[in-house]
């Protein structure tokens, strides 16, 4: 039996139908099935019936359905049921109709089956409320598979509610630019584990409205590679709590020019470990504001070289608590230039040791104002060409306990003692060299020859001699030359 022949059977034909016919039959013959033949079926026939023939069954085919033929059918059955409207939903959608057609096609087979068991038309609306509402069952009960067939378009007629569910399989067999029909609402009712499923071509072809829907979950659970498709738009449109999912992978895989959307509220959402996945290009595009949500902890995750990418009014906007994350590798990468958005409260919060990656070009774009953030950790940190290249206005505004103070000088150490000694007035030294005692006293001999008197003495010899003895020449001394009245020294 096949699909064919049971459309040309006649209805009556059915009422000799029994339940192991039934189960005997083929269930893509059940295509071929209307709702009059389906009322002339007895009910115990339906006892035969299974998931996968109720799942092939035409949609109006059910609108034959009585009361006692349900009551017939065997449990699990009913999960077929659902299959009727499901495929209604996809012959709808074959047929070229948009997901919310193909969701009232759907709607309509459903009350088709209601009306045959009974259900008021009021209890049927209510649950038809609540069907649209929980659309997503819909969606979920989708092969993988079968979304390869979708477009923008009808992505864009799909309802919210749908995207409930999604699964990252179901995603991953998404068309690139199907996405190019998603909105806002449609993310925020995606899954998060759904996210999975991206790519960067899917990403890049997404609205740039739609990332407005997204959380940090989403985001958490989005492939790195996938945020190769973001663009500064993106971005801009990106809630702030949705930046908490970020990691260091997902932003190493980001376009530089994508972080031109950042803005403060972003960046202090985002997870400081995130920062690692940082680079200079990346830094260059950052709007200077959005530094506004740094932290120290962020600022001591980021590679050195994305330092690389700051300048003086991003720095200005940086929080100075930010700075206590600096170290001396990423101080030596920063660009001069950057440094002339220092102020005092930045350099109190640096680490000492921060200081010992400055450099005489960053010294010099220094605001000297800067400069009263100093201590004398940071002045003991600096290289001594860093240090020397400081201005008469930048040392000025050093605070003084923070410039190094000379050692006291010791005063017998490397020869100052004998330099302070020769500053102190000379002690009188009476000694007399040998060469000028000789001189001194021929000069005091002669003096007392030439008119000594009587009663002087002669030096020359002794004083009990009776004859003249000859004294020892003395050395010459000039006339007139007489002794000196202080001692020779």
Do not use: R
């Not at 993310?187 to 890049?204: E, L, Q, R, W, Y």
């Not at 440094?339 to 005092?344: E, I, K, R």
């Not at 070009?361 to 400081?390: E, F, L, R, S, V």
């Not at 020892?472 to 002794?483: E, T, Y």
């Amino acid at each position: 039996m096949d699909a064919d022949m049971m459309t040309a059977m006649p209805p009556a034909a059915m009422q000799g139908m029994d339940a192991d016919m039934m189960a005997a039959m083929p269930p893509a013959a059940m295509q071929g099935m209307d709702a009059p033949m389906m009322n002339m079926m007895p009910p115990d026939a339906m006892g035969g019936m299974d998931a996968d023939m109720m799942g092939a069954m035409p949609a109006d085919a059910m609108g034959g359905m009585s009361n006692d033929l349900l009551a017939n059918i065997p449990d699990g059955v009913m999960d077929g049921i659902d299959g009727a409207a499901s495929a209604a939903y996809e012959a709808a959608m074959a047929d070229g109709a948009s997901p919310a057609d193909a969701f009232a096609a759907a709607a309509g087979a459903a009350q088709n089956i209601a009306t045959e068991m009974g259900v008021s038309p009021e209890a049927f609306a209510q649950g038809l409320s609540e069907a649209q509402a929980d659309f997503a069952d819909v969606m979920a009960a989708m092969p993988p598979g079968m979304m390869e067939g979708m477009t923008s378009d009808m992505m864009g007629m799909m309802p919210p509610d749908a995207m409930g569910g999604m699964d990252a399989s179901m995603m991953h067999m998404m068309p690139p630019d199907a996405m190019g029909g998603m909105n806002a609402d449609m993310m925020t009712a995606m899954p998060a584990d759904a996210m999975g499923g991206m790519n960067a071509d899917m990403m890049a072809a997404m609205p740039p409205d739609a990332m407005g829907g997204m959380n940090a979950d989403m985001m958490a659970a989005m492939p790195p590679d996938a945020m190769g498709g973001m663009n500064a738009d993106m971005m801009t449109a990106m809630p702030p709590d949705a930046m908490g999912g970020m990691d260091a992978a997902m932003m190493t895989m980001m376009p530089a020019d994508a972080m031109g959307g950042m803005n403060a509220d972003m960046m202090a959402a985002m997870p400081a470990d995130a920062m690692g996945g940082m680079n200079a290009d990346m830094m260059t595009a950052m709007p200077a504001d959005a530094m506004g949500g740094m932290n120290g902890d962020m600022m001591h995750h980021m590679p050195p070289d994305a330092m690389g990418g700051m300048d003086a009014p991003m720095m200005e906007n940086c929080p100075p608590d930010a700075m206590a994350g600096m170290d001396a590798s990423m101080m030596n990468m920063m660009p001069p230039d950057a440094m002339g958005g220092m102020n005092a409260d930045m350099m109190t919060a640096m680490p000492a040791d921060a200081m010992g990656g400055m450099t005489d070009a960053q010294i010099g774009m220094m605001p000297p104002d800067a400069m009263a953030g100093m201590n004398g950790d940071m002045m003991t940190a600096m290289p001594g060409d860093t240090m020397a290249a400081m201005s008469d206005a930048q040392m000025d505004m050093v605070p003084p306990d923070a410039v190094p103070q000379a050692a006291p000088m010791d005063m017998d150490d490397g020869g100052m003692g004998a330099l302070g000694a020769a500053l102190e007035p000379a002690a009188p030294d009476f000694a007399v060299p040998d060469t000028a005692s000789d001189a001194l006293g021929a000069a005091m001999d002669q003096a007392t020859d030439q008119g000594g008197g009587a009663g002087a003495p002669d030096m020359g010899a002794p004083p009990d001699a009776g004859v003249e003895t000859p004294v020892d020449d003395a050395p010459d001394v000039p006339d007139g030359v007489a002794p000196p009245d202080e001692p020779i020294v």
